[in-house]
């Protein structure tokens, strides 16, 4: 079974940083695409930083630049470093895999199957 665990989130003064992590069970990242996906109160889901089987990373618009994805093999954990951070921002954030055979667009939420609980970031 597959298992995703968040964690990292907080509350924090715009400009600053923080990290998510995600720690991932019953999966092989060379053979899952992994996501970071947020979701703000009353708005729709948003893939913002993706990372396909191949190590290939792919970002939305509203954070390129500024948020960083990547995982650690040895730990079986995914990241969001996320710098320079602003108030629109504020989401509960999740951590999201599918498998790398799945034929979709990276950054569409709709396209992965295993979801971890999410954690919360606010920015003010």
């Known amino acids: 079974d597959v298992q995703l665990v968040e964690s990292g989130g907080g509350s924090v003064q715009a400009g600053e940083s923080l990290r998510l992590s995600c720690v991932a069970s019953g999966i092989t990242f060379s053979r899952h695409d992994m996501s970071w996906v947020r979701q703000a109160p009353g708005k729709e889901r948003e893939g913002v930083a993706a990372?396909?089987?191949?190590?290939?990373?792919s970002y939305a618009d509203s954070v390129e630049g500024r948020f960083t994805i990547s995982h650690d093999n040895a730990k079986n954990t995914l990241y969001l470093q996320m710098n320079s951070l602003k108030p629109e921002d504020t989401a509960m954030y999740y951590c999201?895999?599918?498998?790398?055979?799945?034929?979709?667009?990276?950054?569409?939420?709709?396209?992965?199957?295993?979801w971890g609980q999410g954690t919360q970031v606010t920015v003010s």
């Open positions: 999201a895999a599918r498998p790398g055979t799945v034929v979709a667009g990276l950054l569409d939420p709709s396209s992965y199957s295993s």
């Open positions: 990372i396909d089987s191949d190590g290939i990373a």
